[in-house]
């Protein structure tokens, strides 16, 4: 889409460490990445022996970035709502999709979509921002302003809107079941949210998480 040609690179290009520290290491697994941006995540992954075979898909390609990097064994163009996506139904340990959903038309249809490619007992890895995170409180209810940007909560292209019990029920579909929700801030480096949070023993933890992370389990 022509919008995110617009982005800045750095919005394509980050590693999420966040995510891969919650992949199971498996030197014969086999894991997609679903929006994989620059491919900084994959490469990341296959160099640090995390998996066999890592494959990508995104909506643009992105010149001078790790898109097409021989760690990555295949980089796939697309639009992942209207795509086929061509491998066996079940090849999949792991699916990561960091901060994508928001961005669809139809993403319960998507997480059903992902649902078939990955194994019983494989795992998918999502990030989605929380509209319930205090800044977006004070500048709705406080402010009374939904003004969009080029990025973070109120990024213009995010299409949809979730708080933590929505993100649960969006990827609790028929074959998969959410088995860990984490605040953004637990998985990243020490910060004075992390602190806060703990001192207020988790009380409010939903206004002070900008995202959350799942870990959603294929069950049959």
Request: proline content about 5%; some cysteine.
């Amino acid at each position: 889409m022509e919008i995110y040609k617009h982005k800045d690179r750095t919005y394509f290009t980050n590693i999420r460490f966040d995510l891969i520290s919650l992949i199971p290491k498996n030197t014969s697994g086999r894991i997609l990445e679903l929006g994989a941006g620059g491919g900084d995540t994959l490469v990341a992954i296959k160099k640090e022996g995390i998996a066999k075979e890592v494959v990508g898909i995104e909506l643009n390609p992105l010149p001078n970035s790790n898109q097409k990097n021989p760690e990555i064994d295949q980089f796939l163009f697309g639009n992942i709502e209207t795509m086929e996506i061509p491998f066996e139904v079940g090849y999949f340990d792991v699916i990561v999709c960091g901060d994508v959903l928001e961005h669809l038309i139809d993403p319960w249809a998507v997480v059903n979509k992902a649902a078939r490619y990955l194994k019983t007992g494989g795992i998918l890895i999502t990030s989605i921002p929380n509209i319930r995170y205090y800044r977006a409180v004070v500048e709705i209810f406080g402010k009374g302003n939904f003004q969009y940007t080029e990025h973070g909560l109120f990024d213009k292209t995010h299409l949809r809107f979730f708080c933590r019990k929505d993100m649960v029920r969006l990827l609790s579909a028929p074959t998969m079941k959410v088995s860990a929700v984490y605040p953004i801030f637990d998985l990243l480096p020490a910060s004075k949210i992390r602190t806060l949070n703990k001192i207020t023993f988790g009380l409010f933890k939903e206004f002070l998480s900008m995202q959350f992370v799942l870990v959603t389990e294929k069950t049959l």
